[in-house]
């Protein structure tokens, strides 16, 4: 028999199956794109529906999103793309990750790394991995690809709710005339419905079309951009961009209950996603459920453990040695999980590194720095956005952009209306740390793309999210959705979320913090009463606080549907086709 009538739990849930969801999958068989602005979401499907393939439409989000969502992401940043192509089975990783100027030496930023302004910007590398990526990969031309960002360049993006709530916040934007130009251009920083246009940064995106990657990184652009930084005080510059080049890495995995899950080497953060999975793997977490006391808990003591263990051992692998056999191996996560205690929370710092090195064949490359013992550090809102991508072809993008966070630095390069990213606050300025300020080096990410292929091989899940370094534990929260409860994709976004801090091992300068588990108040309180009892500083926060954009696609595993669900919790939409 058939019946519309729901579960008691899910009758104020319109569209759940096995937990609340209100807004349904969008599915489709030729193409989907979730994004987190529905601008940017119609650039990927217009150009699915042009006969481009996923990273013909990846490319043109990335673009259009530096007007569309420009509190999150934008040409000024870097970021990560991972490309699977269905015909050949491959899954690669474009690191558009940029490096600390030549100049960005510590004794400069003895003072401290400022979270805003000229001194903030680290070389911008989204530019180069996305051309570089539509050279291996696209099969329309350049120029149809970005053809979508210019018309938003200049026919404007209205300003959303949201966005307008950060710009209440971000004065710094106020000090700069390139910058006021775009978002004050009435002397104030513009308003809810207000029309943003970039005439600016249209001209630099049609320059980018005809003449490519150079027109970026050792043309025009480039100098513009060196020259406003410098004049304002900072370090940027024209040998920085010049030098600047795309690094292609295979993905790291590990298997989850026989799935196989992709991520980001180093030095993006993807390898605690996995130290995660093989912790969680070694416990009943489906007969517990997914919002259990038992099940969060065990989930927050595997988070602990390898956050130690990326404070570490993690920083750039061409100047840096990083144990990643042993970081990802089995049996590693095993002596990581030994010491977890089910009726116990470890107290706050008393957690350090295992030992990796003794779950690889090879030791240390004593010609690159390596680290085995971890000490606290004494030093200090995601600018990042998620989007991904599928192809009638089955061909698959899972990309993260950034200007770290929100707004960036706040400053837009002079004439070319990019407005530039803050990376520069993700270093340390400890030298002893393993990921110290050296200048021509790539920090430290906390952006992580994700896929997840069944037993059998198919492609399962494709999914991400902002949020520094709450990236991890959310995609590690989805992923225990769908692969364990076999949620829908927007059940996965949607559901309750939680995020634990440990002082000491933030991404963000200065590195301190707080210990605390927030969790939003629909895990409900018998939930954070048991985690309370097991010692965890529980704060409950609003229904729909939790940090992150999460966005997921599925693959049903027998009629091949597209499933997509973007996160009610920012401006992202979801497209099928």
């Known amino acids: 028999m058939v019946t519309d009538q729901l579960p008691p739990l899910l009758e104020n849930s319109p569209h759940g199956v096995h937990s609340d969801?209100?807004?349904?999958?969008?599915?489709?068989?030729?193409?989907?794109?979730?994004a987190n602005h529905p601008l940017a979401s119609q650039t990927g499907m217009r150009i699915l529906q042009a006969g481009g393939n996923a990273v013909d439409a990846a490319v043109a989000i990335g673009f259009a999103l530096s007007i569309a969502e420009p509190q999150s992401s934008g040409i000024g940043g870097d970021g990560f793309m991972m490309v699977h192509m269905a015909n050949t089975g491959s899954i690669k990783l474009v690191n558009a990750t940029g490096a600390a100027p030549l100049a960005a030496t510590r004794e400069r930023y003895a003072d401290g790394i400022p979270?805003?302004?000229?001194?903030?910007?680290?070389?911008?590398?989204?530019?180069?991995?996305?051309?570089?990526?539509h050279e291996k990969y696209g099969t329309l031309k350049l120029a149809q690809c970005l053809e979508p960002a210019i018309e938003l360049c200049e026919d404007g993006v209205?300003?959303?709710?949201?966005?307008?709530?950060?710009?209440?916040?971000?004065?710094?934007?106020?000090?700069?005339?390139?910058?006021?130009?775009?978002?004050?251009?009435?002397?104030?920083?513009?308003?809810?419905?207000?029309?943003?246009?970039?005439?600016?940064?249209?001209?630099?995106?049609?320059?980018?079309?005809?003449?490519?990657?150079?027109a970026f990184y050792k043309g025009p652009i480039?100098?513009?951009?060196?020259?406003?930084?410098?004049?304002?005080?900072?370090?940027?510059?024209?040998?920085?961009?010049?030098?600047?080049?795309?690094?292609?890495?295979?993905?790291?995995s590990t298997t989850y209950r026989g799935n196989t899950v992709y991520e980001a080497p180093p030095n993006?953060?993807?390898?605690?996603?996995?130290?995660?999975?093989?912790?969680?793997?070694?416990?009943?977490?489906?007969?517990?459920?997914?919002?259990?006391?038992?099940?969060?808990?065990?989930?927050?003591?595997?988070?602990?453990?390898?956050f130690a263990d990326r404070e570490a051992y993690m920083a750039d692998p061409e100047f840096v040695d990083v144990p990643i056999e042993g970081l990802i191996c089995k049996d590693f996560a095993g002596s990581r999980a030994r010491n977890i205690d089910l009726k116990a929370a470890a107290e706050a710092m008393s957690v350090r590194e295992g030992d990796p090195w003794a779950f690889q064949d090879a030791g240390p490359d004593k010609s690159k720095r390596f680290r085995r013992q971890w000490k606290s550090v004494t030093e200090r809102t995601s600018g990042t956005t998620h989007f991904c991508v599928i192809d009638r072809w089955g061909n698959a993008v899972s990309q993260l952009q950034s200007l770290q966070t929100n707004f960036g630095s706040a400053l837009i390069g002079g004439k070319t209306g990019i407005l530039?990213?803050?990376?520069?606050?993700?270093?340390?300025?400890?030298?002893?740390?393993?990921?110290?300020?050296?200048?021509?080096?790539?920090?430290?990410?906390?952006?992580?793309?994700?896929?997840?292929?069944?037993?059998?091989?198919?492609?399962?899940?494709?999914?991400?999210?902002?949020?520094?370094?709450?990236?991890?534990?959310?995609?590690?929260?989805?992923?225990?959705?769908a692969l364990d409860f076999g949620y829908t994709a927007s059940e996965c976004v949607e559901a309750p979320r939680w995020t634990h801090y440990q002082s000491g091992m933030e991404s963000t300068y200065p590195h301190t913090g707080f210990e605390s588990l927030r969790m939003e108040r629909r895990v409900g309180d018998d939930v954070a009463d048991g985690l309370r009892k097991r010692g965890h500083k529980v704060?409950?926060?609003?229904?729909?606080?939790?940090?992150?954009?999460?966005?997921?696609?599925?693959?049903?595993?027998?009629t091949g549907v597209y499933m997509a669900a973007a996160d009610p919790r920012r401006d992202g939409h979801a497209i099928a086709w």
């Not at 200048?439 to 999914?463: E, W, Y």
């Not at 409950?540 to 599925?554: H, L, N, P, R, V």
């Open 539 to 558: 704060e409950m926060i609003g229904s729909w606080e939790g940090i992150g954009s999460a966005g997921m696609i599925q693959v049903h595993p027998e």
């Open 268 to 306: 993006s953060s993807g390898h605690v996603l996995l130290q995660e999975l093989n912790m969680a793997e070694l416990y009943d977490i489906p007969s517990w459920g997914p919002d259990a006391a038992e099940t969060i808990h065990v989930m927050v003591e595997a988070k602990r453990r390898a």
């Open 158 to 214: 209205p300003t959303s709710h949201r966005v307008a709530r950060l710009l209440e916040s971000e004065t710094p934007m106020l000090d700069y005339e390139s910058t006021r130009a775009v978002y004050a251009p009435e002397g104030r920083l513009v308003a809810v419905g207000e029309v943003v246009r970039n005439p600016d940064l249209a001209a630099s995106i049609k320059l980018i079309a005809t003449d490519g990657v150079d």
């Open 222 to 252: 480039a100098r513009e951009i060196v020259r406003q930084v410098t004049e304002l005080g900072g370090v940027l510059s024209e040998e920085d961009f010049a030098r600047h080049t795309t690094r292609w890495q295979d993905p790291i």
């Open 115 to 133: 979270a805003k302004g000229p001194l903030s910007i680290s070389v911008p590398g989204i530019v180069h991995g996305l051309l570089s990526a």
């Open 420 to 481: 530039l990213n803050n990376r520069m606050t993700y270093w340390h300025l400890d030298e002893d740390h393993i990921d110290a300020l050296r200048p021509g080096q790539r920090v430290r990410h906390t952006m992580n793309p994700v896929m997840a292929f069944s037993p059998d091989g198919k492609l399962r899940v494709i999914c991400g999210t902002p949020g520094g370094d709450t990236q991890v534990q959310t995609n590690f929260q989805m992923l225990i959705r």
């Open 21 to 34: 969801s209100f807004r349904p999958d969008v599915m489709g068989v030729h193409g989907a794109v979730v």
